[in-house]
């Protein structure tokens, strides 16, 4: 007659089982294809040396995924002991921009453009600051003037959903305004999270305040919608599309900019863009649609 197993053996089975599989030796190419993908630091090459890794040597799959599944948990576990340390001024990150560009509309010439846009997440936190400039001059007198200031505050309440507050400051008196301020409030939601594609959408209300350059102004409740898509077209080259709409009652604005980035060398990229920005209403004698095509510098960090 069979004796019943121990309370002992069952529930040391299952720790000897695991201590097998983690002193499993794997064979000498397997392992150093895996130790070169993990010292390089990139998940999405751990990810693939580790799946053709398991289909080369099946019998040491569990084993594989093992050691990548530790590496995993001591990344994440490192990042955000870092995160939880950093101070305000610490795990900023982003890029600086400078170029050239070419209008079509209220103006038409060429000029040069600057921006800086940074960005810092935290665990719970995402903190969005942007500003630019686009100035030029012909024979001495200046043919454009443009401004703008944004930060926008995120709340993450989920891997996905976060709530969202925006501020932003525009100036450009060609195309009819001195200042321009919007607030906003409203709700996020990151619809793609992928390794090399990525899409955000947010909405909400807004306020508008516009001081004219003929001396009126406008105050007005809107509705706000944004767009920013990301596309990693290869490890040198991506796209992106970002696109808000301020629709009111008076004058409505849509703005879209699709952009090109090749890297260069080390932290130097080039990047192409093409920007529209649409007033619904314009001042009288100004053109309600504005295109601006630029080729930048830039510089991350």
């Not at 619809?191 to 003929?214: C, H, M, Q, W």
């Not at 699709?258 to 080039?270: C, H, Q, R, S, Y």
Request: hydrophobic share 40%; proline share 5%.
């Amino acid at each position: 007659m069979r004796k019943p197993l121990s309370l002992l053996a069952v529930c040391a089975a299952p720790m000897l089982m695991a201590n097998a599989e983690a002193t499993t030796e794997l064979p000498p190419p397997i392992r150093a294809m895996l130790d070169a993908a993990i010292a390089a630091g990139n998940p999405s090459e751990v990810a693939i040396v580790e799946k053709y890794a398991r289909g080369a040597s099946p019998e040491n799959a569990v084993a594989i995924k093992a050691i990548a599944d530790t590496w995993r948990r001591d990344r994440e576990a490192a990042r955000t002991a870092q995160i939880r340390a950093a101070g305000p001024f610490e795990l900023w990150s982003g890029n600086a921009q400078i170029g050239g560009y070419m209008t079509t509309g209220n103006t038409e010439n060429v000029g040069v453009t600057a921006a800086l846009n940074l960005t810092r997440e935290s665990l719970r936190w995402r903190h969005k600051l942007i500003a630019s400039a686009d100035y030029q001059e012909s024979l001495g007198l200046v043919s454009r003037e443009r401004y703008l200031f944004a930060y926008e505050p995120n709340f993450k309440f989920s891997p996905r959903g976060y709530v969202y507050g925006a501020a932003q400051y525009e100036s450009d008196r060609f195309l009819g305004y001195d200042d321009r301020f919007s607030t906003s409030v409203g709700a996020g939601y990151s619809a793609i999270k992928a390794p090399r594609t990525t899409l955000n959408l947010e909405v909400g209300p807004a306020f508008r305040y516009t001081s004219f350059t003929d001396s009126t102004y406008e105050r007005s409740l809107a509705a706000r919608g944004s767009l920013d898509f990301g596309w990693k077209l290869s490890d040198a080259v991506s796209l992106t599309q970002n696109a808000s709409a301020y629709v009111q009652h008076y004058n409505s604005t849509v703005t879209g900019t699709t952009a090109l980035n090749a890297k260069l060398i080390g932290p130097l990229a080039a990047k192409l863009s093409y920007s529209v920005q649409y007033e619904s209403m314009p001042p009288i004698g100004r053109v309600g649609t504005d295109t601006t095509s630029r080729a930048s510098l830039v510089y991350s960090f």
